[in-house]
């Protein structure tokens, strides 16, 4: 049974650039979360989705966008890229209906982007 | 709003002994679930145990351990007869118990056993 994927692993983007990042759940799983990490820092929630909509969303600009498609994956998409915004990315998938007050969840292994 | 408080950066311990990281949190709700997450080099955030804050009773898996002090709003984990591979980071999490569906993390707890 598979678990959660990202891909790329590692990514370098240049300020000011475009960023897509991309996650397929873990099979069974229909909704995705995106947390952000920072270099010593805890991973901070980003969005959630479900059925193809945001149905929350962090402490995050506008310039922090997502999609889910039919098949349930998701991706991250970030314009305009500062400096700040170098970090983690984690995707965690879960099932809606029985998020298994966090047992349900099951963690990708990030994508790790740097931007210079 | 809820915070999660992670005041050791960095902890040692010698295999095979004990240790204890601290964790404290802030909220206003009366049910929810608070969580130990390891984050090895592999990065992918793993379940350690879970506290449901409606129970009494101290969460336990094997070597891990919690003492929850729901008044104090303090959550330890213990690890027990540490072993090599228990050298990670340690997150402390937070996430409402009928709404959750997000984890607030602590700022992470790096541990390191030395043989």
């Known amino acids: 049974d598979a678990g959660v994927t990202q891909s790329p692993t590692h990514l370098i983007k240049t300020r000011g650039q475009q960023v897509t990042l991309r996650c397929s759940p873990k099979?069974?799983?229909?909704?995705v979360s995106w947390y952000q990490q920072a270099l010593g820092q805890g991973p901070q929630f980003i969005f959630q989705?479900?059925?193809?909509?945001?149905?929350q969303r962090g402490n995050f600009p506008d310039r922090f966008s997502g999609h889910q498609f039919p098949n349930y994956s998701s991706e991250l998409n970030v314009n305009a890229l500062l400096l700040g915004d170098s970090a983690l990315y984690l995707c965690?998938?879960?099932?809606?209906?029985?998020?298994?007050?966090?047992?349900?969840?099951?963690f990708g292994s990030g994508t790790r982007l740097t931007v210079v | 709003a809820q915070t999660v408080t992670q005041s050791q950066p960095e902890m040692s311990v010698q295999e095979a002994e004990t240790v204890t990281l601290s964790c404290t949190y802030d909220?206003?709700?009366?049910?929810?679930?608070l969580f130990w997450y390891k984050q090895p080099p592999s990065r992918q955030m793993i379940l350690v145990i879970r506290?449901?804050?409606?129970?009494?009773q101290n969460a336990t898996e094997n070597r891990f351990s919690v003492n929850f002090q729901k008044a104090a709003k303090s959550f330890s984990l213990k690890i027990s007869d540490s072993q090599l591979g228990d050298t990670a980071m340690y997150f402390c999490?937070?996430?409402?118990?009928?709404?959750?569906?997000?984890?607030?993390f602590g700022t992470g707890t790096s541990l390191t056993v030395i043989p």
């Open positions: 999490a937070f996430m409402k118990l009928l709404t959750g569906n997000q984890f607030y």
């Open positions: 909220t206003s709700e009366s049910n929810y679930y």
């Open positions: 506290q449901e804050a409606y129970k009494q």
């Open positions: 099979s069974g799983h229909d909704t």
């Open positions: 989705y479900y059925e193809e909509e945001e149905r």
């Open positions: 965690a998938s879960s099932l809606l209906r029985d998020p298994g007050g966090g047992y349900g969840y099951t």
